[in-house]
């Protein structure tokens, strides 16, 4: 099945990914972006949501990924996680990683475990609904390894693709502004990309050719894309 595109027809169907480069969306970055995801839109739709668990359980299986526990990213890779590991044969033990620990209490950032114990290195699978540039991910990946957990695998529902992404998920780039980095390689497989998206939109009607001219000028140079389009990045 061609899991990626049909999950690309149904994002722009209900509204989970919408392309305007004539009109771009602001991000939280301050920068003007002619594209906006919200994958939480698949949880009110059960055959959307069945359709993403069989996607990575098929990306699982093909790429040969082993795992002995699913995370999901707090909070929008928590759902989706959940619905994978119980749809597993057998089901498999599922937990979830904060952006950071918690500031009161046990202060943890693992959420399933017991705080004052850790993961023991089992291979933890970490699912994350978006990929942008890769920072938050990363730091997920940080936290799964800071409690002895053996994350190597990050999957996600959808990935912009960035070459930003690329070189944090290598250690190459820190992936927050203290300058931290992964030690070590942590591989990206996604069910859907930016290419294949903009495929799909192109052969739907969804964009127009001139459109779809401006959005592969994006994905060239996201972060310059709005200023030379007459969207100046806006200051926090």
């Not at 480069?21 to 939280?28: C, G, I, R, S, T």
């Not at 699913?70 to 759902?79: D, M, N, P, V």
Request: hydrophobic share 35%; net charge neutral; aromatic share 8%.
């Amino acid at each position: 099945m061609n899991y990626d595109r049909m999950i690309a027809k149904a994002g722009l169907e209900i509204n989970a990914i919408k392309l305007r480069p004539n009109d771009p969306f602001e991000w939280a970055s301050g920068y003007r972006m002619p594209i906006y995801n919200d994958n939480r839109m698949f949880l009110f739709h059960p055959n959307h949501r069945a359709l993403i668990a069989e996607g990575f359980r098929n990306l699982l299986e093909s790429e040969g990924i082993s795992y002995d526990v699913i995370a999901g990213t707090s909070t929008a890779g928590i759902s989706p996680a959940t619905t994978l590991a119980d749809s597993l044969n057998p089901p498999a033990p599922l937990i979830y990683v904060r952006d950071k620990p918690k500031d009161h209490g046990l202060r943890n950032q693992i959420e399933g475990i017991d705080a004052e114990s850790d993961l023991q290195e089992r291979k933890v699978v970490l699912i994350e609904d978006l990929i942008s540039t890769g920072g938050s991910s990363a730091r997920a990946v940080q936290g799964i390894r800071s409690a002895n957990g053996n994350c190597n695998n990050c999957i996600s529902i959808f990935n912009y693709g960035l070459d930003v992404t690329e070189n944090i998920f290598r250690g190459k780039d820190p992936y927050d502004e203290k300058g931290h980095k992964l030690m070590y390689l942590c591989k990206v497989s996604s069910l859907l990309t930016y290419d294949t998206l903009l495929e799909v939109a192109k052969e739907t009607k969804y964009i127009s050719r001139t459109q779809l001219e401006m959005l592969n000028e994006w994905r060239a140079d996201p972060f310059k894309w709005g200023e030379k389009h007459g969207f100046p990045r806006v200051k926090k």
